[in-house]
C-alpha cells in the first residue's frame, strides 16, 4: 500500500519569512495530493491540492509544488502570519485507492512575531 | 458551501453508557467517512461509505457501529467503549471517491471515563 512520510515534524519561523514542508509518496499510482491545516480543536481544513497532471499550483501566498518522477511534493507558505500558526498534514490518493487517503504524519508549524 | 457539520461538540461518557455522533453534509456528496485522531497524530480511517453502502471498515471493533440514514446523513454507535477510544472523531464527506476532494467538519471531542 502508500506509504507517505512528512517533514519536519516541527517548523518555527519568524513571521514574514517562508515555511516549507516537504512529503514523499512509496505508490507512483498516487494522483492527487492534498494539503490540510488543522488548528488547535478544530477539524482539517483544506488549504490546495495538486492533481498529477499539473507540475505547481498557487494560491495567494501559498504553492505546491509536485515531482512525480522522485515521489515528491512540498508545501510552500511566503511571507508567514502568526495566523498560520497550526499542523499541516499532507495525504496522497488515488483512483485505485477508492476512498482512502494516506495521510502523511503532519507538522506543527509555529510563526513567531 | 463546503460545509460537513457534527454534532455533540463534546461528549464524556461511560464505559456502559450507549452514545451516537452525528455529522451532516448539503453538498450532494455520495461518500462519507468516519475518521478516528489520537492527539499530534493523523486522522485514522475507521468507515467509508460509498452511496449510502458500507465500503470499507478499517476493522474497527463492534463497539464502533456507523450507519447512512441517507446520503446526507452519518452516525456512529458508540457502546461499552473503553479509556483508549477517547479522541476527536472527525467526519467527512466527498463528491464521490477515487481521489475526490474530502471535506472534514469540526469533530466530536470524545473522552471516555
Known amino acids: 500500500g502508500e506509504n507517505v512520510e512528512q517533514h519536519p515534524s516541527t517548523l518555527s519561523v519568524q513571521e514574514g519569512d517562508s515555511a516549507v514542508i516537504k512529503c514523499t509518496y512509496s505508490?507512483?499510482?498516487?494522483?492527487?495530493f492534498p494539503w490540510y491545516k488543522q488548528e488547535l480543536g478544530k477539524g482539517p481544513q483544506l488549504i490546495i491540492d495538486?492533481?498529477?497532471?499539473?507540475g505547481e499550483k498557487k494560491d495567494q501566498r501559498i504553492a505546491v509544488t509536485l515531482n512525480k518522477t522522485a515521489k515528491h511534493f512540498s508545501l510552500h507558505i511566503t511571507e508567514t502570519q502568526p495566523e498560520d500558526s497550526a499542523v499541516y498534514f499532507c495525504?496522497?490518493?488515488?483512483?485505485?485507492?477508492?476512498?482512502?487517503?494516506?495521510f502523511g504524519t503532519g507538522t506543527s508549524l509555529t510563526v513567531i512575531p | 458551501d463546503t460545509e460537513v457539520t457534527q454534532t455533540p461538540k463534546h461528549l464524556v461518557m461511560g464505559m456502559t453508557n450507549k452514545k451516537s455522533l452525528k455529522c451532516e453534509q448539503h453538498?450532494?456528496?455520495?461518500?462519507m467517512y468516519w475518521y478516528k485522531q489520537k492527539a499530534k497524530k493523523p486522522p485514522e480511517l475507521m468507515f467509508v461509505?460509498?452511496?449510502?453502502?458500507?465500503?470499507i471498515n478499517e476493522s474497527v471493533p463492534s463497539r464502533f457501529s456507523p450507519e447512512c440514514p441517507n446520503s446526507s446523513l452519518l452516525n456512529l454507535h458508540l457502546h461499552a467503549l473503553q479509556p483508549e477510544d477517547s479522541a476527536l472523531y472527525l467526519c467527512?464527506?466527498?463528491?464521490?471517491?477515487?481521489?475526490?476532494?474530502?471535506?472534514f467538519g469540526p469533530g466530536t471531542r470524545l473522552t471516555v471515563l
Open positions: 467527512a464527506s466527498s463528491q464521490d471517491g477515487g481521489g475526490d476532494t474530502q471535506y
Open positions: 505508490d507512483s499510482a498516487s494522483n492527487y
Open positions: 495538486i492533481r498529477s497532471n499539473v
Open positions: 495525504a496522497a490518493s488515488s483512483q485505485y485507492t477508492g476512498n482512502q487517503f494516506y
Open positions: 453538498m450532494g456528496h455520495r461518500a
Open positions: 461509505y460509498s452511496y449510502e453502502k458500507l465500503s
